[in-house]
């Protein structure tokens, strides 16, 4: 082989080992301390948009040149002092709450997403600035919901809501929230040291009412331990005169008992002799009971038969005479009821037959008339004048006068006597004809006269005279 060829493939060899070399200083490890940022051309999102870049915790990639590049987070806390002054309680009490917070980049994949986003080339410094700002904000806001007695005593709802409010917001740049360590809370007022000194004047007198009740007890105790003495005591005097009068009373007893049992056992054997003497009188009067009441039921049975098949059978008899009556009753009804419908229905169409007529007629009288209304009832009315006439004179003709005194003197200032008058009077008080008309909703024709104005009363009424005369109108 010649000089070239060797140094030809020298170099070959030399580029080949110097590609191998670049391509593995291009394959990334991420330490566990870090984040690994790879940004440029990433990929695409589920939702088909461009992704800014890719974070990846632990592992290692692949760095392709020129299309991508990669840089790396610290995971390392960061430890904030917050020391918040003069913020607002929600009883308007300012308050002073020194605390100290940790924080960090968090690993989970959709907040290391935002810390690539928003904090990658960001200094820790500038980082713990940026997480302080918005500490102090949301502080405020939860100690501006809570009351002092709740910041002082509840500590843990107090932490638990620092941490709720404040990990919300610090997750939107990426870091998430260790720690939080509260110190000493103070205010301007004073009001937490006046809680502090309530609180310690409430625990003294606590603890004396505490040690009063306790001697209390001691003495109650005692008391009851004498008490208690002397009633036992008293109780086993009780218990021994009690022992002796029962020994007493039980010896009492059981001569009582003995004396019973010889005075019981004469009465048995006297007893039984008269018991089996008295159940053969008894054997014998139920046997012959029973022969009786056999037969008087028997009676019994056969009366009760005999009366109650005659009682239905004339209960059933009635009862079938009143149906053919209800059904007698009811045709009757019937008949009657259709006899009532056709005679009324009859009577309806002969009204009608008549009013058919009339209206007819009528039509007759107004074409007669030619076609005036009020004429043609003005020939109506002509025609049926005598009856109207009639009918007032009616109205007095059958009026019975048995007898009409009537004194008179002779005559009266209008030359008229009084028995004139009075038969004068007696045929005015036929009604009207105008009046007449009037009641029945109509208005007299001019034709047949017009109302006469009435005349004036006269002043003063004339004096009777003495003298009397006898005259008598008797009409049968």
């Known amino acids: 082989m010649g000089t070239n060829t060797i140094i030809l493939v020298a170099v070959i060899g030399i580029l080949l080992f ?66 918040l002054k003069s913020a607002l309680s929600r009883q ?20 290391m997403q935002n810390a690539a986003e928003r904090l990658l080339g960001l200094q820790l410094a500038e980082i713990q600035e940026l ?89 109650i105790g005692e008391a009851n331990a004498k008490m208690d003495e002397r009633i036992n005591v008293s109780k086993a005097d009780a218990e021994a005169i009690q022992g002796e009068n029962l020994a007493k009373t039980e010896i009492a007893m059981s001569n009582a008992t003995l004396r019973e049992k010889q005075a019981e056992a004469l009465r048995i054997a006297t007893a039984a002799e008269k018991i089996q003497a008295a159940k053969a009188l008894e054997e014998a009067y139920a046997a012959e009971k ?8 028997r009676e019994k049975a056969t009366l009760e038969a005999d009366i109650i098949v005659q009682t239905e059978i004339n209960k059933r008899q009635i009862e079938l005479e009143a149906e053919a009556e209800a059904e007698k009753i009811r045709r009757k009804a019937q008949g009657e009821a259709d006899a009532i419908y056709a005679r009324m229905a009859a009577e309806a169409r002969g009204m009608e037959e008549i009013l058919r007529k009339q209206a007819a007629g ?51 200032g209008d030359g008229k006597t009084s028995t004139a008058n009075f038969l004068s009077g007696l045929m005015k008080s036929v009604p009207p004809l105008e009046e007449v008309f009037a009641l029945s909703g109509l208005a007299l024709p001019e034709y047949l006269g017009k109302k006469k104005e009435a005349a004036s009363e006269d002043s003063a009424e004339e004096a009777v005279s003495p003298e009397i005369l006898d005259a008598e109108v008797v009409e049968e």
């Open 362 to 412: 009528f039509a007759e009288i107004v074409k007669s008339a030619g076609g005036d209304a009020e004429a043609a009832l003005k020939l109506l009315i002509a025609d049926k004048l005598e009856d109207l006439m009639r009918i007032q004179v009616d109205a007095i003709k059958n009026i019975k006068i048995d007898k009409v005194t009537v004194w008179d003197n002779g005559g009266n």
């Open 131 to 219: 997480a302080k700002d918005i500490i102090f904000g949301q502080l405020r806001l939860i100690i501006a919901t809570m009351d002092i007695e709740e910041l002082n005593t509840d500590r843990d709802k107090f932490l638990e809501a620092v941490s709720r409010n404040v990990e919300v917001e610090l997750k939107k740049i990426g870091l998430r929230l260790i720690n939080v360590n509260m110190t000493d809370i103070s205010d301007e007022s004073g009001y937490i040291e006046a809680l502090g000194k309530e609180a310690a004047a409430k625990a003294i007198n606590d603890a004396k009412k505490s040690v009063a009740e306790k001697e209390r007890d001691g003495s």
């Open 92 to 111: 308007n009490i300012r308050i002073d709450v020194p605390s100290r917070f940790t924080v960090g980049i968090s690993t989970e994949p959709s907040v």
């Open 290 to 297: 029973e022969a009786e009441e056999a037969r008087s039921a």
């Open 18 to 83: 110097s590609l191998v070399l670049w391509f593995f200083s291009r394959y990334k490890k991420c330490p566990s301390d870090k984040i690994m940022v790879i940004y440029g051309r990433v990929g695409k999102n589920k939702d088909g948009s461009t992704r800014s870049s890719k974070c990846i915790h632990g592992g290692a990639a692949f760095i392709v040149p020129v299309i991508q590049a990669y840089e790396f987070l610290d995971l390392t806390p960061l430890s904030i002092p917050v020391d």
